[in-house]
């Protein structure tokens, strides 16, 4: 049986229990991850933290080696949930609307909601990159939330910053996180 826990989250089990270790290691790591995040989003006033990256965090801290928080299930699950979105706005004649919030519940906004979390979950599952955490990013653009290309790529680059530091927080941690993919 492999060993559920490694490094600095296997010495704070050790020496608090299982389940307090395994909450330090969490309140820890996702203070100094999502810190980074929102300290970059501070400094270049951009939306590079944003709902989805909480349940991402929680993946890479409680679960550093399970398939759907490796660096490429997050990477993949949270592009293909922008184009998803993207998409569902343009199904939906809703480029160039206001976001749910500005306009209210309509039809249109609830298919393309709808559609967008469909369609994530369906091209994940095809490429084998499940990322549940992705299903709250594709809904953060297709009720318009961020919705613009400029938006829409500073979701991804707040991805990509959370996720290395995610990694790089694992591994100085002593938590063998995989480089790529969890898959043998």
Not at 11 to 20: C, I, Q, T
Not at 58 to 69: G, N, V
Not at 152 to 162: E, H, I, R, T
Request: contains cysteine; charged residues 10%.
């Amino acid at each position: 049986m492999a060993e559920k826990h490694h490094g600095f989250h296997k010495k704070l089990v050790d020496r608090l229990g299982e389940r307090l270790g395994e909450a330090a290691y969490t309140v820890v790591t996702c203070l100094l991850a999502l810190g980074v995040s929102g300290l970059a989003a501070y400094a270049f006033s951009q939306p590079l933290l944003f709902p989805s990256l909480g349940p991402t965090a929680l993946l890479f801290f409680e679960q550093p080696m399970a398939e759907p928080s490796s660096p490429r299930n997050t990477l993949i699950g949270h592009f293909v949930a922008v184009l998803a979105g993207a998409l569902s706005l343009a199904v939906f004649g809703l480029l160039d609307n206001g976001s749910i919030l500005q306009e209210g519940v309509t039809l249109a906004r609830t298919g393309a909601g709808a559609l967008s979390v469909a369609l994530t979950g369906a091209v994940l599952l095809l490429l084998r990159s499940s990322h549940p955490p992705s299903g709250a990013t594709t809904l953060i653009v297709s009720l318009g939330l961020l919705q613009t290309p400029p938006e829409m790529a500073m979701l991804m680059v707040g991805v990509v910053l959370l996720t290395v530091a995610g990694w790089a927080l694992n591994r100085a941690l002593g938590v063998p996180m995989p480089v790529w993919s969890a898959r043998g």
